[in-house]
Nanobody, 124 residues
Framework: QSHLAESGGGLVQPGGSLRLSCAAS????????VGWFRQAPGKEREYVAA????????YYADSVKGRFTISRDDAKNTVYLQMSTLKPEDTAVYYC?????????????????WGQGTQVTVSS
């Protein structure tokens, strides 16, 4: 069965770093652009970053630009989100998904095959 699985979340102090992974099973990831989104308690899901199918273009929300880096390793069928200089407001469940339509990169309705999410908590 085709699906995405996120991992790498955890508890980290402000200013710390984490690397999230989004591993694909049942299909070849390099055919797709991939996005990362996050959802904090009581808030709507928000766009974080995206990478096109070849990895030649990356896109970021203003709130994470300069702190987060999205990348892909197609040999491992995996997309990564390297997060640095983490802030308490980065606390959320982080999801990856496949971009399934030709629309913009920042709208969740352009994505599908959502993973189950991984919790990131930034706290001292």
């Amino acid at each position: 069965q085709s699906h995405l699985a996120e991992s790498g979340g955890g508890l980290v102090q402000p200013g710390g770093s984490l690397r999230l992974s989004c591993a694909a099973s049942g299909f070849i990831l390099d055919h797709f652009a991939v996005g990362w989104f996050r959802q904090a308690p009581g808030k709507e899901r928000e766009y974080v970053a995206a990478i096109n199918w070849s990895g030649s273009n990356t896109y970021y929300a203003d709130s994470v630009k300069g702190r987060f880096t999205i990348s892909r390793d197609d040999a491992k069928n995996t997309v990564y989100l390297q997060m640095s200089t983490l802030k308490p407001e980065d606390t959320a469940v982080y999801y990856c998904a496949l971009k399934l339509s030709s629309g913009n990169y920042y709208s969740a309705h352009n994505y599908g095959y959502w993973g189950q999410g991984t919790q990131v908590t930034v706290s001292s």
